[in-house]
């Protein structure tokens, strides 16, 4: 199974390419999408879209897994990075790809076992998972390899659901 992930952003969408074999997780490609300061935003989105599409169009994943936003204080970042989340699942959706959201708290839980980790520990994690040499830049890209390992591990509960007739 091949398994996307994606930490939404207007300036930086960061992305991991998973493929899951049994329980075997190998990082496939990883990297960011990146859009330039003082672009309107419409222009920013529209890049957004280009990039994802073509992305999703060349690695064809399973499963697109998408951070879902937390936003505490800043509310115009917030539905800037809303609008892009829009954009991104609109792409992967047109990519056939099965689309699923998961909260920050429950990527930690996934890749470290605690849903209060500290993101240094979620980086750390997700190098040694996935076997790579170094922990993935920006943040955002490593945040979205820890999005995609969620997805890989809930991927076995839900595939059991699914083979029983019930519906995600």
């Given at each position: 199974m091949?398994?996307?992930?994606?930490?939404?952003?207007?300036?930086?969408?960061?992305?991991?390419?998973?493929?899951?074999?049994?329980?075997?997780?190998?990082a496939v490609d990883y990297g960011s999408i990146q859009t330039p300061a003082k672009t309107a935003t419409s222009t920013r989105l529209k890049q957004i879209y280009d990039a994802s599409t073509a992305l999703f169009a060349r690695y064809r994943p399973d499963v697109v897994a998408i951070e879902k936003l937390f936003f505490n204080r800043n509310v115009t970042t917030a539905f800037?990075?809303?609008?892009?989340?829009?954009?991104?699942?609109?792409?992967?959706?047109?990519a056939g790809a099965v689309i699923t959201e998961y909260t920050p708290m429950e990527v930690k839980m996934a890749v470290v076992g605690y849903g209060g980790a500290q993101k240094k520990q979620v980086q750390e994690m997700v190098k040694m998972l996935l076997t790579l040499p170094e922990i993935p830049r920006p943040d955002d890209v490593a945040d979205a390899l820890g999005v995609a390992i969620c997805q890989a591990h809930s991927t076995t509960f839900t595939d059991r659901i699914d083979t029983r007739g019930w519906k995600r």
């Amino acid at each position: 199974m091949r398994i996307m992930g994606i930490d939404p952003g207007i300036a930086i969408v960061g992305y991991g390419v998973v493929d899951r074999r049994g329980n075997q997780l190998k990082a496939v490609d990883y990297g960011s999408i990146q859009t330039p300061a003082k672009t309107a935003t419409s222009t920013r989105l529209k890049q957004i879209y280009d990039a994802s599409t073509a992305l999703f169009a060349r690695y064809r994943p399973d499963v697109v897994a998408i951070e879902k936003l937390f936003f505490n204080r800043n509310v115009t970042t917030a539905f800037d990075v809303g609008q892009a989340r829009g954009v991104l699942t609109l792409a992967a959706e047109e990519a056939g790809a099965v689309i699923t959201e998961y909260t920050p708290m429950e990527v930690k839980m996934a890749v470290v076992g605690y849903g209060g980790a500290q993101k240094k520990q979620v980086q750390e994690m997700v190098k040694m998972l996935l076997t790579l040499p170094e922990i993935p830049r920006p943040d955002d890209v490593a945040d979205a390899l820890g999005v995609a390992i969620c997805q890989a591990h809930s991927t076995t509960f839900t595939d059991r659901i699914d083979t029983r007739g019930w519906k995600r």
